[in-house]
């Protein structure tokens, strides 16, 4: 059996046949990408073989960009744009915020109703601007037991994040002392082995439900992603 310590963060996902398709014109494309599916090609990952910009190349026969980044661990909404002139529009978009995300996800402990994470994120530079909304869904206690206590807690939350930082959902909950259940280097260990050991819960509970903006002008685009398969297992273990 896996153990946490050793479950590698890079791990290869099955063969991918092909993706769930959300939205589609002319200019734009949209996904419902895989929890452990990377955007396109990274040195970080250098063994990876498939991509999901590979896959949709190859599904819809013609070349596509990324509008923006998901975290490999992260499953939802994932933007393309299937016009190369169109690509810096979408991208001025999401910089000058102009740009609704929503993500929902399921984290340790019992969250407030709802507030704001103001505390600005580093990725080997000066520290920037970070800014994260939070709205408490639900609240959660099951007989889990752990060191301490014999159940343990967790919220399923709505998270709009205002600025768009390397991890920075990942990173503020994390900075809430509220990780995100099955997260890794940000979430809590103890948890992720129990898990892990108990349930064989290898991903993690962040997934991004929606995307919302302009474009062109005068048209409002909406797009929204059912959560994975084992994000509602997982919904399904803590209401049993």
Known sequence: MKSWSNLDEDEVPPPIASLEILYETDDLIAINKPHGLLVHRSRMAADVKEFALQILRDQIGQQVWPAHRLDRKTSGVLLFTKVKSVNSIIQTIFQERQIKKVYKAIVRGFMPESGTIDYALSNESEPKEAVTHYTLLKHFEIELETTNFPTSRYSLIRVEPETGRFHQIRKHMKHMSH??????????????????????????????????????????????????????????????
Request: net charge negative; with cysteine.
């Open 179 to 240: 990780p995100i259940l099955g997260d890794r280097p940000h979430g809590c260990n103890k948890q992720n082995r129990i898990w892990l050991a108990k349930f064989e819960l290898e991903k993690m509970m962040l997934h991004a439900e929606s995307l919302e903006f302009e474009y062109p002008a005068g048209n409002i685009v909406k797009i929204e992603a059912k959560m994975s398969s084992e994000f509602q297992r997982v919904l399904d273990i803590m209401e049993a």
